[in-house]
């Protein structure tokens, strides 16, 4: 009777999300980000003085700002996988724009904030700091070009009427990289613009 009870609740699981594939991509990206928050935090070891001092002249409102921004593109991703399981293309499509425009206004943040360090005279030759601080961020927003490349792919998609309430794999592999990169800043943002 138990074993019944256990083996019917395992076949009722729902599957892991998107496909094997996926999950290796995100796995070999997050284990890239966790080498260099390593790297980062043993340099951070040896140099106290100047991992405390550098957060102090980077632009902590950039900082924030960008984790608003993506944070939100998590919410308006999840809003639009919950549009496709409820059978409303349309509204998936209006929660994927939404998400590829976060996407933008992260790069243009960015974008913002590296100007703003360029006038401040910071760039990946001030120090050891800034060098970690350039690599992180600059990796992260190749990332979020990567991600919003299939977040346009997965509308084109969309569009195409390839996704349904019972197929949408491909769509779902889009979001959880999306939501891998959003998890690479929640780590990123302590990190460089909070300890010191």
């Keep these: 009777m138990l074993y019944q009870a256990i083996t019917q ?3 009722e699981q729902r599957p892991t999300p998107a496909n094997i594939a996926v999950w290796v991509l995100i796995w070999a990206e997050l284990t890239e980000f966790a080498l260099f928050f390593l790297v980062y935090l043993v340099v951070r070891s040896h140099n106290p003085e100047l991992f405390s001092e550098g957060p102090k002249h980077l632009n902590t409102l950039a900082g924030a700002l960008n984790t608003l921004v993506l944070l939100t593109s998590s919410y308006c991703v999840a809003r639009a996988m919950a549009g496709m399981r ?8 209006k929660w994927l724009t939404a998400t590829l425009a ?3 206004t992260y790069c243009g ?3 913002w904030e590296y100007v703003w360090n360029d006038a401040a005279g910071l760039d990946s030759r001030t120090d050891l700091f800034y060098s ?7 990796n992260h ?19 195409q009427g390839a996704f349904s309430t019972e197929s949408y794999e491909g769509l779902e592999g889009a979001a959880c990289y999306w939501h891998m990169i959003d ?8 990190l460089l613009y909070v300890l010191r």
Aim: net charge positive; glycine share 8%.
């Design 9 to 11: 609740g395992e076949s």
């Design 86 to 93: 409820a059978g409303r293309p349309d509204s998936c499509m």
């Design 102 to 104: 976060m996407g933008l």
């Design 109 to 111: 943040i960015k974008a």
């Design 132 to 138: 970690l601080y350039y690599y992180l961020t600059f």
């Design 141 to 159: 927003l190749l990332h979020v070009l990567v991600g919003m490349c299939t977040i346009t792919w997965a509308m084109f998609r969309v569009q």
């Design 183 to 190: 998890l690479a800043w929640i780590i990123i943002f302590p």
